[in-house]
């Protein structure tokens, strides 16, 4: 069965710093893979997405995730942090299977805590 | 752009009663999902349509239950709501596609007394 592992559940960082988001999966295969982020109260938006192609994806707002297969990981990094990416962040990876299609199965999240 | 929304973004109800979620995605999509958010637990799947009238059990169904009558919308039902099910509720919706994101709503922040 696929899993996500994120083995961060909290990070702080100060304002300017750059910031990694560790993500490790289970897959049979090239998984479909997602980072997505939660702001306080908020429901999830997506940040990038890797399906295949170029390993190194681009996101909004700065961020940009790392595919490596050998590693089984997609790291999220960003070079310098705001305050406004105070926030939990999510990783996700795609199915395999056609009835399963659209289902993502998620990592228990990251908090991230911006200091001044 | 996909919108996703849910009917309420905090419920308070009291134990016993019958509680309602509702969601609405504007963009056709075929998927649409309930999850429950716990500090520490991430989300976890509670039910899963991809299509009218059709549903599949995800990884916490026991508790709640769920209607598709029309392909935008998608209810989740606490039959009977216990102090246990207060948590974060949310929506998703997606195509049937095996590349593909999910489109999230605002959330529903229930509080069972």
């Known amino acids: 069965a696929q899993s996500v592992t994120q083995p961060d559940i909290h990070i702080t960082v100060s304002e300017g710093a750059s910031l990694e988001l560790r993500c490790n999966y289970s897959y049979g295969a090239t998984p479909y893979l997602f980072w997505y982020v939660q702001s306080p109260g908020q429901g999830l938006q997506l940040l990038l997405k890797y399906f295949s192609g170029d390993t190194l994806v681009q996101g909004i707002k700065g961020f940009e995730a790392e595919f490596k297969r050998s590693q089984s990981s997609f790291n999220l990094r960003k070079p310098s942090v705001h305050w406004s990416d105070a926030a939990e962040y999510f990783c996700?990876?795609?199915?395999?299977?056609?009835?399963?299609?659209?289902?993502?199965?998620f990592g228990a999240g990251t908090q991230v805590v911006v200091t001044p | 752009d996909v919108k996703v929304t849910q009917s309420s973004r905090y419920l308070v109800k009291r134990t016993g009663e019958k509680v309602f979620l509702e969601c609405v995605q504007d963009?056709?999509?075929?998927?649409m999902f309930w999850y429950r958010q716990d500090p520490g637990l991430g989300l976890r799947l509670i039910y899963f349509s991809y299509d009218v009238k059709m549903k599949e059990k995800g990884d916490i169904p026991e508790g709640y239950s769920v209607s598709r009558e029309k392909k935008e919308r998608f209810s989740l039902i606490l039959e009977s709501a216990s102090t246990n099910q207060t948590s974060m509720y949310l929506c998703?919706?997606?195509?049937?596609?095996?590349?593909?994101?999910?489109?999230f709503g605002q959330g529903t922040r229930l509080t069972v007394v």
């Open positions: 998703a919706s997606s195509l049937h596609d095996r590349v593909t994101e999910a489109f």
């Open positions: 963009m056709d999509h075929e998927n």
């Open positions: 996700a990876v795609g199915p395999m299977t056609t009835d399963s299609w659209g289902k993502l199965q």
